[in-house]
C-alpha cells in the first residue's frame, strides 16, 4: 500500500485524524501522570531510507500507566498511506481493559480505524468480565455494521483477528467530514467510559498482579512483533530502525527494563 500513487491529497485528511489522536491524548494526559521514557527520544522523528517516507513515536508511563504509546507513521504529501496510534498498557493493580486506537489513510483515499478495549482475561470463561466491559459496547459494533458509509474491515492475519475483541470497531469508509466526525464521536465516547471504568475499579489483589503484568507484557509484545506490517517497514527503515520501532511498541527498550 506504501508504494501505490495516487492524485488523491489526503494531508488535510491526515491531519484530522491527528487532531483527534491529540484530542485523545490530551483527555489521557489530564488524568494520568504520564513521563515520556527517554529510551525513545530518538525516534520523536525518523525517516525510511529513500527519505519518501517520515514517522515520530513518543512513549510514556506513569504511577497507572505501564505504558503509552502515540505514534505516526506516512507522508501525506506524496503517499496516500499514513498511519498512527495511541495506545495505552494499564499497569496491574487493576484489571480494566486497555485501551486501542488506531487510524489511518488508504491508498484508494478512504480513511481506516480500529477501536478496542483489549481484553486483560480469557473472555470465553470469564463471563462477568465479558459483561461488564464488552456488552456496553455490542450496540455501537451492532449500530456500525448497519451504516453504509462504512465498510467492515477484516484482517488477513489470524493472530490480528484473535488479538481484536468481539466488539472491536474496526472499518474503513470515505473521508467525508461526516466520517470524521462519526469517528471524533465515537473516539471520545470511547475513551470516557474506559475513563470512567478506571475511576471506579476495584483494586487487583496483590497476589494476582504479578501474574498479570506478565500476561500484559507478553500480549504487548507479540502483538508488536506479529504486525503484518512489520515487513513492510523492513523494506522502508531497514531492519535495525524497524527492530527499534517494534521494540518501542511493547517496551523493550523502556528503561525500566534493562
Not at 490530551?26 to 530518538?42: G, I, M, T
Not at 489513510?105 to 465479558?130: H, K, Q, S
Amino acid at each position: 500500500m506504501t508504494q501505490q500513487q495516487s492524485d488523491l491529497d489526503n494531508k488535510a485528511v491526515f491531519e484530522q485524524l491527528w487532531r483527534i489522536t491529540k484530542e485523545l491524548y490530551q483527555k489521557l494526559e489530564a488524568r494520568f501522570q504520564l513521563h515520556p521514557d527517554p529510551s525513545v527520544e530518538d525516534l520523536q522523528q525518523y525517516s525510511s531510507l529513500n527519505g519518501n517516507m517520515n514517522g515520530s513515536l513518543t512513549a510514556f508511563s506513569g504511577e497507572e500507566i505501564d505504558w503509552l504509546v502515540h505514534s505516526w507513521l506516512g507522508n501525506p504529501e506524496k503517499s496516500n498511506f499514513t498511519t498512527m496510534r495511541l495506545t495505552t498498557w494499564l499497569k496491574s493493580h487493576i484489571q480494566v481493559p486497555h485501551l486501542a486506537f488506531e487510524f489511518g489513510t488508504l491508498p484508494n483515499g478512504n480513511i481506516f480505524f480500529y477501536i478496542d478495549y483489549i481484553a486483560r482475561t480469557e473472555l470465553l470463561t470469564d463471563l462477568a468480565y465479558l459483561d461488564r466491559y464488552y456488552e456496553p459496547v455490542n450496540q455501537t459494533f451492532l449500530k456500525l455494521q448497519e451504516d453504509s458509509r462504512l465498510k467492515a474491515f477484516t484482517s488477513k492475519s489470524v493472530y490480528i483477528r484473535l488479538f481484536q475483541s468481539p466488539a472491536s470497531l474496526c472499518y474503513t469508509g470515505a473521508p467525508t467530514l461526516e466520517t470524521l466526525e462519526l469517528l471524533r464521536t465515537l473516539a471520545h465516547e470511547t475513551l470516557d467510559r474506559w475513563l470512567t471504568w478506571v475511576d471506579t475499579a476495584e483494586p487487583l489483589p496483590e497476589d494476582a498482579r504479578e501474574a498479570l503484568a506478565a500476561r500484559d507484557l507478553a500480549l504487548r509484545r507479540s502483538s508488536a512483533e506479529r504486525d503484518p506490517g512489520n515487513k513492510f517497514a523492513a523494506q522502508m527503515f531497514g531492519s535495525e530502525l524497524t527492530d527499534k520501532l517494534v521494540r518501542s511498541l511493547w517496551g523493550a527498550v523502556g528503561s525500566r527494563y534493562h
